[in-house]
């Protein structure tokens, strides 16, 4: 049995995607089942609570031979970074108590820094916290997401990829989620270690790269964009984030164009990507059409 956190999104859905293959057992704490039916139907085991409350996550990592944790993307944190300190309590109190045989924590590439990361900070945190553990723990570093670029399948119609990443030939750590389910399902079930673990996934890739690959898989010429930084608050409000909350938003792309999302970081693993961008927009865009 397995304990997998965020089951409803991207890499936590991935994560259980990956184990349940494997024919192994599954939970997910989740706050309503109505959204995750579908992963009661495929036999995962649902337990009600949230990772704000540490009692809950201690019960749900009850008789588990590991788990995954991450924290909820907040893209309007506090100055302090409350949210994001407050579920990493709640997690070291409960893994503490209940001391499961191994830990995989989602993070990001940057999160060996301590400043001037933007939102990052949050998993900056995380890996400071999960630090104070005695379990076996390992932290992936994933790269950008590919399938933050799936906007492009609808604003990219006129030949054009806007990004935040500026020059857009230059290449950093980008992967998909369904690799980074991958990889936490192998280290959740694969062979024990003992101690702390870094791993670095992902592949370098460059924006104008992702773009290209975008417009084989709409039979069009696309071109990457960089939106002009003035503009980038305006961007942001744009995508939901209320006006005035952009920057710590504007900060982590500052800092991925400033060069901290390369590979190498001493002491840590890699693992490379296996999915494409192009793969990631063929899969959506079937699933859009079919």
């Given at each position: ?52 409350d ?35 309590a ?24 301590i ?29 950008g ?82 939106v ?10 744009q ?52």
């Open positions: 049995m397995f304990l997998v956190m965020g089951m409803t999104g991207r890499v936590g859905g991935a994560t259980a995607r990956h184990l349940l293959a494997q024919g192994r057992t599954v939970r997910a704490m989740v706050r309503n089942r109505e959204q995750a039916t579908k992963w009661a139907d495929q036999g995962v085991e649902l337990v009600d609570g949230d990772w704000n540490a009692a809950a996550v201690e019960r749900a990592l009850d008789g588990v031979e590991g788990a995954f944790v991450m924290l909820p993307a907040v893209w309007t944190p506090s100055a302090d970074f409350r949210e994001a300190k407050s579920v990493i709640n997690y070291v109190e409960a893994l503490t108590s209940a001391a499961p045989p191994r830990v995989v924590a989602l993070s990001s590439m940057g999160a060996d820094r400043s001037g990361l933007g939102m990052i900070t949050a998993l900056s945190l995380l890996e400071q916290g999960l630090r104070h553990l005695t379990v076996p723990v390992a932290c992936v570093r994933a790269g997401f590919f399938e933050n670029f799936l906007y492009g399948l609808h604003v990219a119609q006129g030949g054009t990829l806007p990004v935040y990443y500026n020059p857009t030939n230059r290449k950093s750590t980008m992967v998909a989620t369904d690799d980074i389910g991958a990889e936490v399902a192998k280290l959740l079930s694969g062979p024990a270690w003992s101690g702390h673990r870094v791993v670095e996934l992902g592949s370098m890739v460059s924006a104008d790269e992702v773009a290209t690959q975008l417009g084989e898989v709409m039979q069009r010429d696309v071109k990457a964009f960089a002009p930084r003035a503009g980038w608050a305006a961007a942001f409000e995508f939901g984030i209320p006006k005035g909350q952009t920057g710590s938003a504007e900060a982590m792309y500052e800092a991925v164009n400033a060069g901290w999302m390369d590979l190498g970081v001493e002491g840590t693993e890699h693992v490379a990507g296996t999915t494409s961008p192009r793969d990631v927009f063929a899969a959506a865009h079937k699933a859009a059409t079919a």
